[in-house]
């Protein structure tokens, strides 16, 4: 079992920056692939970034160049860093681990509770 806490959510104006944290307890961190994923009202939850074990990325179309997701293995942590922040951001932000690197919700076993983000224009 994995169990993630995310953090850092909150309210930013467009344009603004914001950092997500997802600390990680259990079976050993640095095995899994980790992910983000949103999901805005009314609406499917999407992918967002993923970083495998080896440090490769994956980003959604709509955040590429905008968003950095990154991992510290010590820290058992994994990080969005979300810049030139937009009103179609705004969503529950969700981190997830799994044994697989991808882009599928359905391949990741292990969530967190969620961290709310709203971008004002």
């Known amino acids: 079992q994995v169990q993630l806490v995310e953090s850092g959510g909150g309210l930013v104006q467009a344009g603004g920056s914001l950092r997500l944290s997802c600390a990680a307890s259990?079976?050993?961190?640095?095995?899994?692939?980790m992910g983000w994923f949103r999901q805005a009202p009314g609406k499917e939850r999407e992918f967002v970034a993923a970083i495998n074990w080896r440090g490769i990325e994956s980003y959604a179309d709509s955040v590429r160049g905008r968003f950095t997701i990154s991992r510290d293995n010590a820290k058992n942590t994994v990080y969005l860093q979300m810049n030139s922040l937009k009103p179609e951001d705004t969503a529950d932000y969700y981190c997830?681990?799994?044994?697989?690197?991808?882009?599928?919700?359905?391949?990741?076993?292990?969530w967190g509770q969620g961290t709310q983000v709203t971008v004002s224009s």
């Open positions: 997830a681990a799994a044994n697989v690197f991808g882009r599928t919700s359905g391949n990741y076993p292990y």
């Open positions: 259990g079976r050993t961190f640095s095995n899994y692939a």
